[in-house]
């Protein structure tokens, strides 16, 4: 039985290293005994435990129960009795320590026994937050949950150098978050200058709902933006034109041997390098070229004295299967010649037809098209980071209208081209600098192209993604990842995430996965994440000064992602509307 003197509020029972018990005698009392409290204590709040050297043990509320407990307390009479009270222990994770003003990362600076211990003052954490960075690495995208007259920044270098995932459930802010974040930095400038800061933030976009965030970005869609097939490596080119289920080995053959010798043929530089290309090469080739090519070897045949395949030509002379014949072989649509069929005749039908039907689909034409042939890479990389039309430090990549087959490749490539650039641009430079236009690059709902799972249909996307989070730090390539379903996404991606700002939470298998992401010390603070309001969230990582609960600052009305809530209710209570199904197919159709 514990013997407690009562107007003790609270008192220290047990610290480790990784926690702090404490056990309150009387809450409300607990909580009003400082004149510049925050607000209300709840989990995700401050203590602050100090010792007898004047160093306070800053430590985050973890969890709260309470237990009946039973003291001996000394009556009016002035004698001793049993009581049973409620005991409130809160447990509490220690952050770091304050020793004249300044706060350290870590707990072992308290000297033990602790003496008191009482809720953070508004004052020491404002120290805290305020002294945390050096004025230019700040960078401020919210406040403390808590109170909001004391803003939380990152280290902005922190922040954006390494890769950062913005987690949470439908509707609780992710949208909203990213497009605060990035409004705030796109409007970061060192001095007063007029005119574009040097961001580069490329967002895929796959509802298109930021348009309406960043007014002056550049918006790529299935109508402007050109993709140059040609720089799909052979597993892609296999994804998008081949039956890879029916493991065809006479399709795969012809597919490789076409586009390799294709490629050799339009390549008009260097002789060396010539030699070189191989099915892998990223340099430009022709689909009609390689679609003749299959309908030709679908229709050879073969002289059976010589054994030779051969074709007529229109001029009447007769060609055989040489090196030298590959030009005719793309160019003209031959007859086979000879007593006997060739081993393909009539074998690549299935794939001619599938060949056929994607090269004349005007849905992927920015894909496949003229334009996507004879883009160069310099064009196709400057579409991407704000060069081509008009300057811009936001490009919005709207997916939405992309068909889904070839979705995977269509992110894979826009990734594989900017990684590309940044790798190419840091070996330009030579001498080891940084790249001068670091790219974030924005995923949206990337639960969708990098999945956990080794599906077939997202290999492409995930592969070129994970890439870029294993090795893109270094080229100055970075990856913001926001996921309403985190356990679902690869956990490549995840592990090198170093700064989080996980919002409400309700799935299970996502809470317990985001546990595992964090220091053993804060899995508890978790438990939290059910109950956030829409735009609450805690931010975790490298680049925060603690552990935080913050509210994200709200965007300017105007300058919404267009991801509101829709108003049921109130829309339901107006009288009935007429729709224009005309225009709505129109746009359908378009
Ligand atoms: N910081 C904020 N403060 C107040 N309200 C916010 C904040 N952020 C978002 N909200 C509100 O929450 C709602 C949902 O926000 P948002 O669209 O950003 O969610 P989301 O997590 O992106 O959802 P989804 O996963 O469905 O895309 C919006 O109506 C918005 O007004
Ligand atoms: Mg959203």
Not at 21 to 35: C, G, P, Q, R
Not at 334 to 352: S, Y
Request: some cysteine.
């Amino acid at each position: 039985m514990d013997t407690i003197n009562p107007k003790k509020l609270a008192h220290v029972t047990s610290v480790f290293p990784n926690k702090v018990k404490i056990e309150v005698a009387d809450l409300t009392a607990f909580k009003e005994n400082i004149d510049d409290a925050l607000g209300d204590l709840k989990i995700g709040s401050y203590l602050e435990i100090s010792d007898d050297e004047g160093c306070k043990l800053i430590a985050i509320i973890e969890s709260y129960q309470i237990e009946l407990k039973e003291r001996i307390i000394t009556n009016e009479d002035g004698n001793k009795e049993k009581e049973i009270y409620n005991a409130y222990i809160l447990e509490a994770s220690p952050l770091g320590t304050i020793l004249n003003n300044e706060f350290t990362r870590g707990g072992d600076a308290l000297t033990i026994p602790p003496t008191e211990v009482k809720p953070a003052s508004h004052s020491d954490i404002k120290i805290i937050y305020e002294n945390g960075f050096k004025p230019d690495e700040k960078f401020l995208f919210s406040t403390l949950s808590q109170d909001e007259n004391i803003e939380v920044p990152v280290n902005g270098n922190k922040f954006f150098n390494k890769h950062f995932a913005i987690v949470g459930s439908s509707g609780s802010g992710k949208s909203h978050a990213i497009a605060k974040i990035l409004q705030n930095a796109v409007n970061e400038k060192k001095h007063n200058y007029e005119g574009l800061n040097n961001s580069h933030i490329i967002i895929f976009d796959i509802h298109n709902e930021y348009q309406t965030a960043f007014q002056n970005a550049n918006i790529l869609n299935i109508k402007n933006i050109i993709l140059p097939y040609w720089m799909l490596n052979s597993e892609e080119l296999e994804e998008l034109f081949l039956d890879t289920e029916a493991n065809d080995h006479n399709q795969r053959n012809v597919f490789k041997e076409a586009i390799t010798n294709n490629k050799k043929y339009c390549f008009k530089g260097d002789l060396s390098f010539k030699e070189k290309i191989n099915y892998d090469t990223p340099t430009q080739f022709n689909f009609h070229e390689v679609l003749n090519y299959a309908k030709n070897r679908n229709n050879e045949k073969k002289d059976s004295k010589t054994n030779t395949i051969q074709w007529k030509k229109h001029d009447g002379n007769i060609i055989s299967f040489e090196e030298q014949n590959y030009p005719v072989l793309f160019s003209e649509t031959l007859e086979g010649q000879g007593t006997a069929t060739g081993t393909l005749n009539g074998k690549l039908i299935n794939f001619i037809n599938r060949l056929e039907s994607k090269i004349n689909d005007k849905r992927l034409d920015f894909l496949l098209g003229e334009k996507s042939q004879n883009i160069s890479f310099e064009d196709a990389i400057k579409q991407f980071i704000g060069y081509k039309t008009r300057l811009s430090n936001v490009t919005i990549i709207d997916l939405s209208g992309v068909p889904f087959e070839v979705l995977s490749i269509t992110v894979s490539l826009i990734s594989k081209l900017l990684f590309d650039y940044g790798y190419f641009y840091k070996k330009y430079l030579d001498d080891g600098a940084d790249l001068e236009t670091p790219l974030l690059l924005v995923y949206e709902e990337a639960h969708k192209y990098v999945p956990k799972d080794n599906s077939a249909k997202f290999r492409s996307s995930r592969k070129a993604i994970e890439r870029i989070a294993k090795e893109g730090r270094k080229y100055g390539v970075t990856l913001g990842i926001v996921s309403q379903r985190p356990s679902e996404i690869s956990e490549t991606i995840f592990s090198q995430c170093n700064n989080f700002i996980a919002m409400r939470l309700t799935n299970p298998n996502d809470q317990n996965y985001v546990k595992k992401l964090l220091p053993d010390t804060l899995g508890n603070l978790i438990e939290n994440l059910p109950s956030l309001q829409s735009g609450e969230a805690l931010l975790l990582g490298e680049s925060i000064i603690m552990p935080s609960l913050v509210k994200i600052d709200k965007c300017d009305p105007d300058k919404q992602p267009s991801s509101n809530d829709v108003n049921y209710l109130e829309i339901w209570k107006d009288e009935w509307k007429n729709v224009e199904f005309d225009k709505i197919i129109q746009e359908w159709e378009k």
